[in-house]
């Protein structure tokens, strides 16, 4: 029988970002994906502000290439200003999936990931002690695998959910929306979508002179599918919506979503998690599904990595829960409420006119900005004053002490804790020396500064692998070695 010390069931973002993430932390990681190869759809198209953020954190920016970004979003349909949230990264609005696969997949497996294609989970046991899978390897051959920990990463249809046994309440689908990507298209574009009488469209160019189209059209219930739509379905409900032709086009690939929205109870089963669409299903509004998936695997990867290898308690695993399943019950309220918005008749255009004028006030626009961005996101921290504990570092340009500059965003790149001494205070450095081997103490000056940053006057700030602060000084309630053993573990 094999022996793994984590496995991941999924190769898509959420899975492969976990991969990285678990290397980062020393820790073996086995990737098991039923496909044999990519896909290469481009399905999820682009970065949230915060994914921008998290990616530029490890350093995998560059490996993109060329990134367009824009400030122009939308909440539900209605226009929203997204350069209201000053200091944040740009979205990022035509990197399809395709390419952030292939981007994750190099960096994790040049980092050591065991990537497994066409390996099949047909069982999953939870012993109390360890977990046993049975997988079908490409040839056919079953085998059992043993893991200390098991990931399910392997979306909406979730087998791992299925298998272990978690409760995913929630609503079934009441409608149906095709999402197609098309050559030989000359469409205006309607890039946050047109709602018409009959539905709602939605026409956005792809590099390669590739029209992405989204299609919902009202009334329509949703069918249940053993595979994807034909172009015709796509192009009879385009031409009833729009009253446009488009069979002329040749389609790249066609698929449909539904509405459903759910939401497993907990994250965490024993020694079974759930990160991304497997733990949370809702309409892709704001595109913000797969970066949100994304995120889940940035703040599980450290903790589980940590515990895996001995470095925390157990107990630090239960924060993925506490702190992700909020998240993922907000998502799923905005995405429903985006839908309203978005798909329903005109007895919502007074809704729409009203929220209309409400986002011409800033303070609304930065709200649903940072909301469907992932800016908002605090954690719980332990109580304090400081206006940053809980929240996302931000970019901060930083003078070292032997006069050279880096970045807090840099700081970041190993995947380990770093301990901004940003007073040059010995006395404080000095009560870190037993967490040295999990974080880094780094002394620095901030460089430009602004008087209105919630850095100002901040003597120290412990920041978390995944980006978040999690004790500054002035502000927090607890002392430092106490947030230290909180998130890293006993001093050694």
């Known amino acids: 029988m094999e022996e793994a010390t984590v496995v991941v069931v999924g190769a898509g973002p959420a899975g492969l970002m976990l991969a990285g993430e678990l290397r980062l932390a020393g820790v073996e990681v086995v990737v098991l994906e039923r496909l044999p190869e990519p896909t290469g759809e481009s399905r999820g198209l682009g970065f949230t502000a915060r994914t921008m953020e998290v990616f530029d954190q490890r350093g995998l920016l560059p490996r993109f290439g060329p990134i367009d970004t824009s400030t122009v979003g939308h909440f539900g349909g209605l226009p929203v200003d997204f350069g209201v949230l000053a200091g944040a990264h740009q979205a990022a609005k035509t990197v399809p999936q395709s390419h952030t696969e292939a981007v994750l997949e190099a960096w994790a497996t040049e980092l050591g990931a065991d990537l497994r294609r066409g390996h099949e989970v047909l069982s999953v046991a939870d012993g109390g002690d360890a977990v046993r899978l049975t997988v079908r390897e490409p040839g056919g051959t079953e085998r059992t695998l043993r893991t200390r920990y098991l990931v399910g990463c392997d979306g909406g249809r979730s087998m791992v959910r299925k298998a272990a046994g978690f409760d995913f309440p929630g609503t079934a689908a ?10 030989g298209l000359d469409l205006e ?6 709602t018409l009488p009959g539905g709602m469209v939605m026409v956005g160019p792809l590099p390669g002179g590739v029209t992405r189209l989204i299609l919902c059209e009202r009334g329509v219930p949703p069918q249940r599918r053993t595979g994807p739509p034909s172009y015709q379905e796509v192009v009879d409900g385009w031409k009833r919506v729009t009253g446009q032709d488009i069979s002329h086009g040749e389609p ?9 929205t759910r939401q497993v109870t907990e994250y965490r089963r024993g020694r079974v998690l759930l990160a991304g669409d497997a733990a949370h299903i809702h309409l892709p509004a704001g595109g913000q599904g797969m970066n949100t998936s994304i995120q889940d695997s940035v703040n599980l990867g450290w903790k589980l990595g940590a515990v895996a290898r001995g470095r925390a308690p157990e107990s630090l695993l239960a924060t993925y829960h506490d702190e992700r399943h909020p998240v993922g ?46 800016l908002e996101i605090r954690y719980p921290m332990g109580g304090g004053r400081h206006p940053l504990l809980g929240f996302r570092m931000p970019d901060l340009e930083l003078v070292t002490a032997d006069g ?7 700081l970041l790149r190993a995947g380990r804790g770093v301990l901004l ?21 780094v002394t620095a000056a901030p460089h ?12 120290a700030v412990l920041v978390r692998p995944d980006g978040h602060v999690a ?8 002392d430092l070695p106490m947030s230290l053993e909180r998130w890293f573990g006993a001093a050694r």
């Open 421 to 441: 001494d940003l007073a040059d205070n010995p006395v404080l450095r000095g009560r870190t020396a037993g967490w040295r081997d999990r974080v880094d103490v």
């Open 252 to 260: 790249v690939w066609v698929s449909s979503f539904g509405d459903a």
């Open 189 to 194: 574009p309607r890039m946050i979508g047109e």
């Open 448 to 459: 430009g500064l602004d008087d209105h940053s919630p850095l100002a006057r901040t003597a």
């Open 174 to 183: 009441t409608m149906e929306m095709f999402l197609a990507d098309v050559t």
């Open 404 to 410: 050279g500059t880096t970045s807090s965003t840099a």
């Open 471 to 478: 004790w500054a000084a002035p502000g927090s309630t607890q």
């Open 329 to 374: 019950r907000r998502l799923l309220m905005n995405t429903r409420a985006q839908g309203l918005l978005f798909l329903s008749g005109a007895e919502v255009q007074p809704l729409r006119d009203v929220l209309g004028e409400l986002i011409e006030f800033p303070e609304v626009s930065r709200h649903l900005a940072a909301m469907v961005s992932g």
